[in-house]
């Protein structure tokens, strides 16, 4: 049994400072078993949390992939371990997590009252939706907030979405039909943001591929 006490002359220097109280003069204890069932409880705690909020499923995949995304795509640029930008790292995490996440989120519930059916013909039509409305919204704020981060200004926050929207926008449309179109049509709304976080690993690797490249190399590298 794990045990801990307050010494006796911890207790006579509390009970000078404050009075004397019967709380000093208490033995604490906290067992072994109570110390056990701290962390059961803290993850049942989330799983209702993640429940009722739907959308905190999503940040917290995202807050998770963006950034491993990140690594990943330092990691074939030939960094290892202690050459990491982590900073980059992190800016990934935040973006992906505090941004992406929600604006999905939105654009999901959004879609899906106004298609609430999920068969495979209205899974091609919020794909198509998607592919010119969330899409080119989404490709222009990645290159522009994550600039931003980078402490550039709002003029070359600017130039780099003139630079790279283009060619990654064609990517994505090549890419994110087929994506969505599944989502929409087979995947329970409940699950389309953690499914679409799970499919946008490889796409968060490409992204962060694109964005540091350098201007005049984006032409070359699609």
């Keep these: ?46 799983k209702v949390f993640v429940t009722r909020y739907p959308i905190m499923r999503g940040m917290i995949s995202y807050s998770l992939i963006w950034p491993t995304g990140s690594l990943i795509q330092q990691t074939v640029e030939g960094r290892r371990w202690g050459t990491y930008d982590w900073w980059r790292v992190l800016r990934f995490s935040m973006y992906g997590g505090l941004f992406v996440a929600p604006t999905l989120y939105g654009w999901v519930k959004i879609s899906s009252a106004m298609w609430p059916q999920t068969s495979l013909r209205t899974g091609v039509i919020k794909a198509a939706v998607e592919s010119i409305s969330y899409t080119p919204g989404a490709m222009t704020c990645f290159y522009f907030i994550m600039s ?75």
């Design 148 to 222: 931003l981060l980078e402490s550039k200004t709002v003029e070359e926050a600017v130039a780099e979405v003139g630079k790279k929207f283009l060619p990654t926008y064609k990517v994505a449309l090549s890419v994110w039909p087929l994506v969505a179109t599944i989502n929409f049509s087979l995947v329970p709304e409940r699950n389309r943001v953690p499914f679409i976080s799970a499919c946008s690993l490889c796409w968060t690797c490409f992204l962060a591929y694109m964005k540091h490249l350098e201007h005049h190399e984006v032409e070359g590298a699609i």
């Design 1 to 46: 049994m794990f045990e801990f006490r307050i010494c006796s002359h911890c207790t006579a220097s509390f009970s000078a400072a404050f009075g004397e109280s019967e709380y000093w003069h208490r033995d604490l204890h906290i067992s072994q078993s109570e110390i056990a069932m701290t962390g059961p409880l803290l993850w049942q705690n989330l």
